[in-house]
């Protein structure tokens, strides 16, 4: 059974950092194009970062260029987002999402869907 599940969301002040897991089970993480998203209220579900499965390119929107990082941990089978010089504007559910092989920003093309964890960025 495919399944991924976040975690590492939380409370955090402005300007501090947070690391979000994404730990896939059913399947080897390298072999699918992995993508976070994140959903504030009231707005769309938004693409913020990706990493294909053929090679280690890994693609970021522009609002957290230079902030926000992607690493893997292949023993674990886990992805993970850091996220530092965090804004309010950064408060969101953010979800980890798996699609074969390439990256997408549609959330249509992902295939499975972790459960989302919530980031909160306030003084």
């Known amino acids: 059974q495919v399944q991924l599940v976040e975690s590492g969301g939380g409370l955090v002040q402005p300007g501090g950092s947070l690391r979000l897991s994404c730990a896939a089970s059913?399947?080897?993480?390298?072999?699918?194009?992995i993508g976070w998203f994140r959903q504030a209220p009231g707005k769309e579900r938004e693409g913020v970062s990706c990493?294909?499965?053929?090679?280690?390119?890994?693609y970021y929107a522009d609002s957290v260029k230079g902030r926000f990082t992607v690493s893997r941990d292949n023993a674990k089978n886990t992805l993970y987002l850091q996220m530092n010089s965090l804004k309010p504007e950064d408060t969101a559910v953010y979800y980890c999402?798996?699609?074969?092989?390439?990256?997408?920003?549609?959330?249509?093309?992902?295939?499975?869907w972790g459960q989302g964890t919530q980031v909160t960025v306030s003084s």
């Open positions: 999402a798996a699609k074969d092989y390439v990256c997408s920003g549609y959330t249509g093309d992902y295939d499975y």
């Open positions: 990493r294909g499965s053929t090679d280690d390119n890994v």
């Open positions: 059913g399947f080897v993480l390298d072999d699918y194009a």
